[in-house]
């Protein structure tokens, strides 16, 4: 494991062990740099501490103190946070600590948008540019909007505490959707997978803490179908393989029975959520034995039934553009041209694909080429370049 990959995994616990004490985000994120920084200058020369959380906490624990002192910030305040242990928080309804986290930071005075960002920036470690991509904004955007919603929790004195278990549901979107995009970021990114399996172990604690959330249950469902799928994901030289051409006996058929155990017991009770419809999406092609037996129609007709946000409307396109032709999918994808998905490069992708089954290799070239340059991982890019060189020879 690499410095950063330890940086990455205790991220979210020093800064909301910091923001605890101190109820000042933006220091509690500098001293947490800071920290990292220290820990690059002392680790090679000493060592990876047994601890290495504790080590950053108490590190950051001193920056916030220097601070503080150099500020004359209260004494009371000051004496609250030298005598910050390593000791463990007392117990909540929350039996994990991330999780508890997570519930603590998807505040309901904020709006929706703001708690998971501000949730996923502090705890899960994402970049400001990682997270303005989940939501495809500008960087700048997203910077101002976490600025805002971190201002709103100190002007308001909103209190960063676990809330009782009755109030719990009220956060539990929130939560559902850190969650998602948690996971989505280590599987589109390979060399994050960490994101991903940590994604998975949360969603399990909080199927076991509501067990009556359908919607916890049809979000684990809809990770378990995906993460079957993960050992076939990349060629041996990182290029990404994609689902119709997948070697489908190596997919976790373990992973696949639970998830769907899952998902039956939740649709039996509940009207479907958007989770639970994503993972009877993922079902569809979970139980297709080959990729011709994808029921495309199914899926298209369950992508209908989701709110059409312009990612789903760009799946629902592809999706019917398998079942009734590429013709028809074209259309669909280019009339989505002009909204919020500039930028987003699986768009020029579908639009390529499309394009190269049409045998319109020429404006296929010029799709593969934009969305190569569009491609945040080289494992997409690999892939992309990969159809660019074989419409190339084509045409």
């Not at 000051?78 to 909540?92: G, I, N, S």
Request: charged share 25%; net charge negative; aromatic share 6%.
């Amino acid at each position: 494991m690499t410095y950063a990959d330890v940086f990455r995994a205790e991220w979210g616990q020093v800064v909301a062990t910091l923001i605890r004490m101190i109820g000042d985000w933006e220091l509690a994120e500098e001293c947490t740099q800071e920290a990292c920084a220290a820990a690059l200058e002392r680790w090679p020369r000493d060592g990876v501490p047994d601890k290495p959380g504790a080590w950053l906490t108490t590190t950051a624990r001193n920056r916030a103190i220097d601070w503080l002192r150099r500020e004359a910030v209260g004494a009371a305040k000051l004496q609250e946070v030298a005598a910050m242990t390593d000791e463990p928080p007392p117990a909540y309804d929350v039996p994990d600590d991330r999780l508890r986290l997570m519930f603590t930071c998807c505040h309901p005075a904020l709006a929706m948008e703001a708690r998971v960002a501000l949730t996923l920036r502090t705890l899960a470690g994402l970049s400001t540019a990682e997270i303005a991509r989940a939501f495809l904004v500008g960087e700048t955007t997203m910077s101002k909007r976490l600025t805002r919603a971190k201002q709103k929790i100190q002007y308001a004195g909103i209190p960063y505490r676990v809330p009782p278990a009755h109030l719990l549901p009220e956060r539990t979107p929130a939560v559902l959707a850190v969650l998602y995009l948690l996971f989505n970021e280590g599987y589109s990114d390979v060399s994050r997978s960490t994101l991903s399996q940590e994604g998975i172990r949360l969603a399990r604690l909080l199927v076991e803490l509501m067990p009556e959330e359908p919607e916890a249950a049809g979000l684990l469902a809809l990770m378990l179908f995906h993460d079957s799928r993960r050992e076939t994901r990349l060629s041996p030289d990182g290029v990404l393989i994609t689902l119709d051409e997948q070697d489908r006996t190596r997919w976790n058929c373990e992973l696949i029975t639970e998830a769907e155990e899952l998902l039956d017991r939740t649709l039996q009770r509940h009207m479907p959520g958007p989770y639970q419809v994503q993972a009877a999406i993922a079902a569809c092609h979970a139980i297709a034995r080959t990729a011709a037996d994808t029921d495309w129609p199914q899926i298209a007709a369950l992508y209908g039934q989701l709110p059409q946000t312009p990612v789903v409307a760009l799946n629902r396109a592809v999706a019917l553009g398998m079942a009734d032709g590429p013709g028809v999918g074209l259309a669909l994808v280019d009339q989505l041209a002009t909204g919020s998905l500039a930028g987003y490069h699986l768009l020029p992708a579908a639009r390529a694909d499309f394009l190269r089954r049409l045998n319109r290799r020429t404006e296929a070239v010029a799709a593969y080429t934009e969305a190569i340059e569009l491609a945040t991982t080289d494992a997409d890019r690999k892939y992309l370049q990969k159809r660019l060189v074989q419409v190339s020879v084509q045409s």
